[in-house]
């Protein structure tokens, strides 16, 4: 059973930082992809960053400059450091892990919210 805790969601004021992490356990085999994705109230859940097996980073045009995403793929710990927060960058975020051959995992999901 492969579980995802993450943890460093909460409210901050508009232009504040954030960092969120998440650490996989279980029997978690040959990992391809570790990230983050979002769903804010009403919208579809979006990819916001994630790091593939290759290294090679991704992220969703709207965080780029201002998110940055890191972790080990070997550990499977995954963090996201969130700059510049704003108003629009509310949501739930939800650690995402994707394993050989194609399975997928979510952690619980963590409330950012961006307020004054």
């Known amino acids: 059973q492969v579980q995802l805790v993450e943890s460093g969601g909460g409210l901050v004021q508009p232009g504040g930082s954030l960092r969120l992490s998440c650490a996989a356990s279980g029997n978690v085999f040959r990992t391809n992809i570790l990230g983050w994705y979002r769903q804010a109230p009403g919208k579809q859940r979006e990819l916001v960053a994630i790091?593939?097996?290759?290294?090679?980073?991704i992220y969703t045009d709207a965080v780029k400059g201002r998110f940055t995403v890191s972790g080990e793929i070997a550990t499977n710990t995954v963090y996201l450091q969130m700059n510049s927060l704003d108003p629009e960058d509310t949501a739930v975020y939800y650690c995402?892990?994707?394993?050989?051959?194609?399975?997928?995992?979510w952690g619980q999901g963590t409330q950012v919210t961006v307020s004054s």
């Open positions: 790091i593939r097996s290759d290294g090679d980073t």
């Open positions: 995402y892990l994707n394993t050989w051959p194609g399975r997928v995992y």
